[in-house]
């Protein structure tokens, strides 16, 4: 036979993969199945009980600082800073530790509430706890002073409206084991060294929550106490921030939980809490500016008013009506200085303010806007602001990060530079302030010598008159700048607000997606039985189908055997219309087409590489379909090491072919008739010492010399070739050698073992029968068969 043996290109074409793919899955179908129940049945159960997930969103606008303000909130912002509202910074406000701390505690998670079918068995299943939320038949008060556990469920079984049973068995983290099963009033205080707490009935129980008279089934309540550090943190992390669209400044805050009203109600108060804060912040600068001025004013009404019954007392006592027209001259000029004078001495008290202010480094959260009293000095109010904008951004920067990191030194570093820079500004300030005073006073001292002139009369109530008009100035200037501040605070709002908040019927379930689940299940279902059934035939080294060894060799496969259910010890003579009967026929008929050109009588060998893959079976058999050909035919055991032959035919081996290759018997003694007619057998006979060389001696050439005169075909139950050399030896006695490989037990390195022997002439004119071909009925109805399958075959087959 020419080419290759070994076919080295596996790459077959895509009809032939296709159908190798197929007859594998086919023969796996029972796998398909089988996956397909247990994964549907799983999803069916997880989309049943699994606690579902719900998602929330609720949007915020965040005002665009680039648009221009007008009217009440343009005269709001001369009270307060110009912070840039920016949308990042709003994002880490709104997802601040601070801000979620206290959206918390105004909406009192501290204390979540389930409940739990309990079968009349007391059987429970952790995984159907449900969140309650607000429809707890029981309100639990934790006693706020006390230790708690926190997080470990507490179980109530409600037994009437007076008294409960609590059940708790939990080990703490300092590994302490706690069990408590009690039964207490409604309303009686709880206390332990481990947790203290009072449980009460909510207006949602009902009669209907008396768990002792069903009798199919009941609920038992839990609840678990949080810790509001931890749960903090939860929330913190669960909230997501997202732009509702690109080039827009509205957010989309967006929370899953698993109730429904609980997120929404968590994210309305945390927008709730967001735009009160921020209104907070403005209305502090906005009081502090309004308790500044009521400072001035308290301080400047008694001299106001003193001042102001001096001056009519005066007049009314001297009869004055008018003075001179250099007495008017004289005061008008007085009036005027006494105005500039208290304008900087306003000015002064504000500089102090702001200096004390700055001294005691505060976060310039409140801090009073210079405009606020009248000072437009650029200078001044840039560093303000700017000292100002640097505390907001470290506020906010702690938000994410530690009080030692690199970015809050480099900005502790800036606001020290900035607030040095503003102290020595109004260092500066203060000095140039008390040196326009100065001079101011020096002015007034002139006036006063010019007044010396005028009459005593004129000359005192210019007196008084400057006295009064001092103290009118700044007070008129107080009680406006306190108006407007006023105005500011009562015309305050949020610079945000909601677009649309967060509706429990606007939720959406996110887990379990029932849809995919189900489609995932059904490609699992699938997906699994193939790799399954790909990874078992990558690993499994048993030639498993026709393709393990069509793929590999380019060796004749004279025929199959399928798998026989009956174990009994026989030849196809006891079932000639059997499916084996043909299948060996077929094979018959194949050995005719391999020594068509062989004029000599036959010598068959059946040999295989270990024991157990069935050459005894398949020699005795091809003997027998032969000798049903009206053909004389000898079956030998060759196997002089573990005979076999002779039990399928139930002849004695006290004496066969090891007596006649020692001359203790005859050839007549040792061919030995078959219950088949025109079937012979030669046992192996009793197992010698040294078998391969009684192979070789010239006695097996005189044995086979002498069958052949008697027998038209001999047939050789030859030992394994892998395990002894004597198959090797045998061989060159045969015609042909057919090696036997048994489907699901025959490794598949056998394939390259038989190809080096082939390879090596070491066999003669070698082919290979598949045996034990376990074929379902409905592969078979399809793949095989040798002219009729088993339902086309019917009442061809016995079986």
Not at 13 to 22: C, N, V, W
């Amino acid at each position: 036979m020419q080419g290759p043996l070994i076919k080295d290109d596996f790459t077959q074409s895509s009809s032939t993969d296709i159908k190798k793919f197929i007859s594998k899955m086919i023969s796996g179908w029972y796998l398909f199945l089988i996956a397909f129940i247990i994964i549907i049945g799983f999803v069916v159960l997880f989309n049943l009980y699994s606690t579902p997930t719900y998602s929330a969103t609720t949007t915020l606008l965040i005002r665009d600082d680039t648009k221009q303000t007008l009217g009440a909130e343009s005269l709001i912002q001369n009270f307060s800073f110009k912070m840039t509202d920016n949308i990042q910074n709003e994002i880490g406000i709104l997802k601040s530790y601070s801000l979620t701390k206290r959206t918390l505690k105004e909406l009192h998670f501290d204390v979540s509430y389930y409940k739990q079918i309990r079968w009349a068995s007391n059987i429970s299943l952790p995984f159907l706890k449900r969140n309650l939320y607000k429809e707890s038949p029981i309100i639990v008060i934790p006693d706020s002073g006390a230790v708690q556990t926190y997080n470990k469920y507490f179980k109530v079984r409600i037994l009437s409206r007076k008294d409960f049973r609590l059940i708790f068995n939990a080990k703490l983290p300092n590994n302490q084991k706690v069990e408590i099963d009690e039964v207490f009033l409604f309303g009686q205080p709880i206390k332990s060294s481990f947790f203290n707490f009072t449980i009460k009935l909510s207006d949602k129980y009902s009669p209907d929550f008396d768990t002792e008279t069903s009798d199919l089934y009941t609920y038992d309540y839990f609840f678990k106490l949080n810790n509001l550090d931890e749960l903090t943190n939860y929330y913190e992390e669960a909230l997501h921030i997202s732009f509702l669209y690109k080039d827009a400044s509205i957010l989309e805050l967006k929370l899953k939980g698993e109730h429904p009203q609980k997120i929404c109600d968590y994210l309305n108060k945390l927008t709730d809490t967001y735009l009160l804060a921020e209104l907070e912040l403005k209305n502090q600068i906005a009081n502090s500016t309004i308790e500044f001025i009521d400072r001035q004013i308290s301080g400047i009404s008694d001299s106001l008013k003193t001042a102001e019954n001096n001056f009519q007392q005066f007049r009314s006592s001297h009869n004055i009506i008018n003075i001179s027209a250099e007495g008017n001259y004289t005061m008008q000029k007085m009036e005027d200085l006494v105005k500039e004078k208290s304008k900087y001495e306003r000015m002064a008290q504000y500089y102090d303010y702001l200096f004390d202010y700055i001294e005691g480094k505060n976060d310039f959260k409140d801090v009073i806007v210079p405009s606020t009293m009248g000072i437009e000095d650029a200078m001044l109010n840039s560093l303000v602001t700017r000292l100002s904008d640097l505390h907001a951004k470290r506020a906010l920067v702690l938000l994410s990060v530690r009080e030692k990191s690199p970015q809050i030194k480099q900005l502790n570093k800036e606001i020290e530079n900035t607030r040095n820079a503003l102290l020595e500004n109004v260092r500066n300030i203060v000095k140039s302030t008390r040196i326009a005073i100065a001079g101011l006073d020096k002015q007034i001292a002139q006036v006063e010598q010019e007044m010396k002139m005028l009459p005593k009369t004129e000359r005192e109530l210019i007196n008084y008159k400057r006295s009064f008009t001092l103290n009118d100035q700044i007070y008129t200037f107080l009680l406006q700048k306190r108006s407007e501040a006023g105005i500011a605070l009562a015309s305050n709002v949020s610079d945000h607000r909601v677009l649309d908040r967060a509706e429990p019927a606007n939720t959406l379930q996110v887990s379990p997606n029932k849809k995919l689940n189900f489609f995932i299940g059904i490609l699992l279902s699938f997906l699994l039985p193939v790799a399954f059934i790909s990874m078992r035939d990558f690993f499994n080294t048993k030639i498993t189908d026709q393709y393990s060894i069509e793929d590999h060799t380019s060796i004749p496969i004279i025929g199959y055997v399928t798998h026989q259910k009956n174990n009994k010890k026989g030849t196809v003579y006891d079932n000639p219309k059997s499916s084996l009967a043909e299948a060996f026929r077929a094979i018959r008929t194949n050995l005719q087409f391999l020594l068509v050109d062989h004029d000599d009588i036959p010598v068959i060998g059946v040999t295989s590489s270990i024991a157990g893959e069935g050459k005894t079976f398949c020699s005795t058999n091809i003997a027998a379909i032969i000798s049903m050909s009206n053909k004389r035919t000898l079956v030998v055991g060759m196997d002089l090491r573990k005979p076999q032959t002779h039990t399928h035919f139930e002849i004695s081996n006290a004496k066969g072919l090891s007596n006649y290759l020692i001359h203790d018997a005859t050839f007549e003694e040792i061919v030995m008739p078959t219950s088949i007619p025109k079937l012979y057998i030669t046992p192996a006979g009793p197992i010698p010492p040294n078998p391969s060389e009684l192979l070789e001696t010239e006695r097996m050439q005189s044995f086979f010399d002498e069958a052949k005169k008697h027998f038209d075909v001999i047939i050789l139950d030859t030992p394994p070739v892998a395990l002894v050399t004597d198959a090797i030896i045998i061989s060159k006695y045969t015609d042909t050698m057919i090696f036997v490989v048994r489907h699901n037990y025959s490794d598949k390195h056998a394939i390259q073992f038989i190809n080096t022997l082939y390879e090596q002439k070491k066999l003669k004119n070698l082919s290979i029968l598949v045996n034990d071909i376990r074929i379902p009925h409905y592969v078979a109805n399809y793949n095989y068969g040798y002219g009729y399958g088993y339902k086309n075959g019917s009442g061809y087959y016995e079986e």
